[in-house]
């Protein structure tokens, strides 16, 4: 079974500084991940996604995310953080069957102007 | 091209009641997909749809249920409502099953069960 950890539920930055948001997973098969974002009162809308190939997966909006297999890891960064980046993020994880998703619990980020 | 769609977007019923949650995919797509969010379980998911046949299901108790026509528009029912269902049902469709098919999510029905 997979599942997803997302740590920390609230990530404050200033404007202008590295966003970084942890996730970690947990998977008895290659899994497929995925990072997703809501603004409020909208649904989610896809970040990135990592299938197979290279690990290193660039997104919309300037994010990224690095899928490091040792460490069970898929943390989403950017370089520089904008207001508009303030919303609730989601880890999303599944199998390469796409049978289910299993997404985190979120992370809010504010951004401080 | 038109998003997801979900009616109503707002929901208000008492315990003991039942309730029936609409969802257009977007044109095309034929795979729709429910999740139940909450503060506190997150995203979770609920059943999956495609062409008309429950494709897969979450860990939801038999109060939970939905179908699909064959237009892909999609419902899901709860039968006697409980206050823990209180929760935004997120409808996504894709054009096929499968991860490798990105997800459109659509804004959400909030139930609130008093």
């Known amino acids: 079974a997979q599942s997803v950890t997302q740590l920390g539920s609230h990530v404050s930055v200033s404007e202008g500084a590295l966003v970084l948001l942890r996730c970690n997973y947990s998977?008895?098969?290659?899994?497929?991940l995925f990072w997703y974002v809501q603004y409020p009162n909208q649904g989610l809308q896809l970040l990135l996604k990592?299938?197979?190939?290279?690990?290193l997966v660039k997104g919309i909006n300037g994010f990224e995310a690095e899928f490091k297999k040792s460490e069970t890891s898929f943390h989403l960064t950017k370089p520089s953080a904008h207001m508009s980046d303030a919303a609730e993020y989601f880890c999303?994880?599944?199998?390469?069957?796409?049978?289910?998703?299993?997404f985190g619990t979120g992370t809010s980020l504010t951004v401080i102007p | 091209k038109a998003g997801v769609t979900q009616t109503p977007r707002y929901l208000i019923k008492t315990r003991g009641q039942q309730v029936t949650l609409s969802c257009s995919p977007i044109?095309?797509?034929?795979?729709v997909s429910w999740y139940q969010q909450t503060p506190g379980q997150g995203l979770q998911f609920l059943f999956e749809?495609?062409?008309?046949?429950?494709?897969n299901k979450g860990n939801f108790p038999g109060r939970f249920s939905g179908r699909q026509f064959s237009n892909s528009r999609s419902e899901m029912n709860v039968s006697t409502l409980e206050l823990g269902d209180s929760a935004l049902y997120l409808c996504?469709?894709?054009?096929?099953?499968?991860?490798?098919?990105?997800?459109?999510f659509g804004p959400g029905t909030r139930l609130t069960v008093t």
């Open positions: 996504a469709s894709s054009t096929d099953p499968g991860s490798e098919y990105e997800q459109y």
């Open positions: 749809y495609f062409s008309e046949t429950q494709r």
């Open positions: 044109s095309g797509h034929r795979s």
């Open positions: 999303a994880v599944s199998d390469n069957t796409g049978n289910q998703f299993y």
């Open positions: 990592y299938t197979t190939g290279a690990t």
């Open positions: 998977s008895s098969v290659p899994p497929y």
